[in-house]
């Protein structure tokens, strides 16, 4: 559903998760945890299903309103998957995979919704925002080019501390250093779908 809501997720959520669990799996999370941040990077933007077409697909920056809107999708995806069992443990990572590390609710990117900071945010949220940005800056959207493998690592590490976990931030760039980011062959995401 996600998917044919908006074309930007398509092989997404698939390269985010796996990411995610790489790095939860580089913390020490524990095997449950790992299943609970493989489902939340999944459907982190499962809200976005109840986003208007209109502002998710809008071809330019996003107005005042229009973001206010957009910041409502972790907590409607925190809604669905807190009404089906299997998936309510996941809730709260998808509800604060938006929020800031220093807490910080205003400025050109604000947490959201409720203006968590540090630890108080789940760290399989904290994860999936380190993932999930490098995922958007190093990609083409209708209102901005990606900036670029290199420029995105740089942004990271000057947002440490800022908006990202710089633990996370450490691992995740390490895992980088390691395993290419990329999109999967087509091969290889008909064999996903398939599974």
């Known amino acids: 559903a996600m998917e044919a809501k908006d074309q930007y997720t ?3 959520l698939r390269r985010v998760s796996r990411f995610a669990v790489e790095v939860g799996r580089r913390l020490k999370l524990l095997p449950h945890e790992l299943e609970l941040l493989e489902i939340a990077s999944l459907l982190h933007d499962v809200g976005k299903i109840g986003i208007a077409d209109s502002v998710l697909r809008k071809p330019g920056p996003l107005d005042e309103r229009e973001r206010a809107i957009m910041q409502r999708h972790p907590m409607i995806g925190a809604r669905i998957l807190e009404n089906i069992e299997g998936l309510k443990e996941a809730a709260d990572m998808v509800r604060h995979h938006q929020e800031r590390f220093d807490g910080a609710v205003a400025g050109e990117f604000p947490g959201y919704p409720d203006g968590l900071a540090g630890r108080a945010i789940p760290l399989g949220a904290r994860i999936i925002a380190v993932v999930d940005a490098f995922h958007a800056m190093t ?6 080019d990606s900036v670029g493998y290199d420029r995105a ?3 990271l590490l000057e947002e440490s501390r800022h908006q ?3 633990r996370v931030v ?3 760039l390490g895992l980088l250093n390691e395993q290419e980011w990329e999109e999967p062959e087509a091969g290889e995401a008909q064999e996903e779908a398939s599974a």
């Open 153 to 155: 690592r740089r942004l």
């Open 10 to 12: 398509e092989g997404h």
């Open 164 to 166: 990202f976990d710089p």
């Open 139 to 144: 990609s083409d959207r209708p209102y901005r």
């Open 170 to 172: 450490e691992t995740f």
